[in-house]
């Protein structure tokens, strides 16, 4: 079993930044490809960002590029999420999501999903 901590959210204004970290607890860190997605209100969750399991395979959402930039340290467990130049259509819960699978595309299916934490993006 896998849990997934999500934090750094919070009120920013547009043009700010943001870093979002979240925190695995179980075995293998290394071993989970992690994948960031977020959910605004009234909207399905969408995909942002995800890293493979060495960190040497990323991708992003055209929504974010160039300005999101997601990373990973092994030793910590953790998994970061830099965001931006952010806009007001990033607010939204941003989540972490995890799986062991292999073979498995950025946007997964993922087995295991934190509980999110609230972006906020002030115009």
């Known amino acids: 079993q896998v849990q997934l901590v999500e934090s750094g959210g919070g009120l920013v204004q547009a043009g700010g930044s943001l870093r979002l970290s979240c925190a695995a607890s179980g075995r293998s860190f290394s071993d989970l490809s992690m994948g960031w997605f977020r959910q605004a209100p009234g909207k399905e969750r969408e995909f942002v960002a995800a890293?493979?399991?060495?960190?040497?395979?990323?991708s992003y959402a055209d929504s974010v590029k160039g300005r999101f930039t997601t990373s990973r340290d092994n030793a910590r467990n953790t998994v970061y999420l830099q965001m931006n130049t952010l806009r007001p259509e990033d607010t939204a819960v941003y989540y972490c999501?995890?799986?062991?699978?292999?073979?498995?595309?950025?946007?997964?299916?993922?087995?295991?999903w934190g509980q999110g934490t609230q972006v906020t993006v002030s115009s």
């Open positions: 999501a995890a799986t062991y699978r292999r073979g498995v595309g950025p946007q997964g299916p993922y087995s295991y």
């Open positions: 890293i493979s399991r060495n960190g040497g395979s990323i």
